[in-house]
């Protein structure tokens, strides 16, 4: 899977959502430590910049040094880039080694992973107790029944473009695997669900549909997901391009400690 964002990584910046900062409030309430936490998968550091309000020292690792090369800066916040051919020791020793990690983030990311090697690292580095790992991600953006059943009705020509991980966000982690203990905010089976409401021009949602890995692997493949007409009926529903929108994206976490 590494590639897949590294085409639309500028795209990615301009369009992808920040997270509520009471989620990182109410994760720092469950770690025993502030010291040290990771964010894996970072991107531009979307959610980075917020774990980095309660935490000393934040590592934001990549496989896309695309995806880096935008990262936004801040003085808490390492940013380094992890290539696939890392080992599993490399990872530790570059993280800062066993035992030593009080949070562990991945957003909207966990579903692009290794699973199995995934979790094995992760509870390596881990604080035993009080450790925690915490993954989530969003779907889909509510705008309005009549503009949601336009884009469900497009959607069904991308489904072919998205790598078969993807199943694990459409399901809304529901079927992810997830072998932490819960601390409460969403245990494997039953995520906990979560809104993020955001104030969109139309421009920015053509934006996030134009950054999703789909639509980049169907550019490759000379296919276009989204045509002039398409974009125009979705921008009428929308209510032009100067109407801005309260949007809701529909997210889900889970989060837990080493058993
Ligand atoms: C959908 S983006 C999410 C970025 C950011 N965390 C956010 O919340 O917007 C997924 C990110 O995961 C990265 N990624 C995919 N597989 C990875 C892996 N095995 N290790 C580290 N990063 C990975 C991609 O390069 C991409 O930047």
Not at 45 to 63: C, P, R, S
């Amino acid at each position: 899977m590494a590639g897949l964002f590294d085409k639309q990584a500028e795209t990615y910046l301009q369009a992808r959502p920040t997270y509520p900062s009471e989620w990182y409030s109410m994760l720092a309430a469950r770690t025993s430590h502030h010291s040290l936490a990771w964010d894996v998968g970072t991107g531009n550091g979307q959610a980075a910049l917020g774990v980095a309000e309660h935490y000393e020292e934040v590592i934001a690792t990549d496989i896309s040094e695309a995806q880096l090369s935008f990262a936004m800066p801040h003085p808490q916040v390492r940013y380094m880039h992890t290539p696939q051919s890392m080992s599993e020791d490399e990872m530790v020793a570059l993280i800062g080694g066993e035992n030593r990690v009080d949070l562990i983030t991945v957003a909207t990311a966990v579903h692009w992973f290794d699973l199995p090697k995934f979790y094995k690292l992760a509870k390596r580095l881990l604080c035993k107790p009080g450790g925690i790992l915490a993954v989530w991600a969003y779907n889909d953006i509510i705008v309005s029944p009549e503009f949601n059943s336009i884009r469900k009705r497009l959607r069904e020509k991308s489904l072919r473009f998205w790598h078969a991980n993807i199943k694990y966000a459409f399901d809304g982690y529901r079927n992810l695997p997830f072998p932490f203990e819960s601390v409460g905010l969403g245990h494997e089976g039953e995520p906990l669900q979560l809104d993020i409401p955001k104030e969109l021009l139309f421009e920015g949602y053509l934006k996030f549909l134009k950054s999703s890995s789909a639509f980049a692997s169907a550019k490759e493949q000379g296919v276009d997901l989204l045509s002039e007409e398409e974009i125009k009926e979705l921008e009428s529903s929308w209510g032009g391009p100067n109407k801005v929108r309260t949007v809701t994206y529909k997210a889900f976490m889970l989060a837990g400690t080493v058993i």
